[in-house]
């Protein structure tokens, strides 16, 4: 799934540990999911959302589920 | 946190009992072997072999309750190891390997059945055995977490 972290965690001038500390997951998850192979929880989903004060649709892409 | 630090205190106790078990069951192999009649070398092996695996036991033991030690008394490693041990991904992937490798050893052992089955009636009847237990205890968990989830 396309996702916009790596945009906002640069904007904020995160780095991958200091983000991935905030929402409780390992540096790996962050990394995954920036390089799109693997696909966040709707917990994690919104967690990453709320610490960027965004919603969930700004931070993922569902484009690819429309039509399914 | 408070919760995780508790668990991880009960889990310390429960190490360092079953490593007390380890340490006695080394302990009495140990004494075995010495009073072991020489000419067995089958059970010379068996005997080397449970103290060998009790011992690597053991050391996974304590290396697990070194570092539980270390994270109940350090706020940010009993963080650090919280994060590894809830990390989703590591979940995932974790049930993804356990499950793959469940089936693979299920098909192999089903394979090597087969073809012992020309060679020798024991070995077959064995395997079979372990495959059909393997195969009730896959459909029992997949009707209780149906059921479940």
Redesign the interface.
Known sequence: MKTRIQEFRKEKKLSQEEL??AV???R??II?LEREK?T??L??AYKIASYFNVTIEDVFDFSDLEGM | MEAYRKKLKAKIGLLSTLTILVIVLIAWSIVRYRNMPTDKPAEDFFSGFQTGLFSGFMIVMFWRIWGYIRAVRNEEKL?AL???A?????W?IYTQARSNAFWISFLCLAATAVVSGFYSYTVFYTLLGVVLFMGGVAISTKIFFSRKL
């Open positions: 991935a500390d409780g997951v390992t790996q998850t995954s693997y966040a929880s917990v994690l | 963080r919280y994060i590894k809830h990390d989703e991904r590591s995932a």
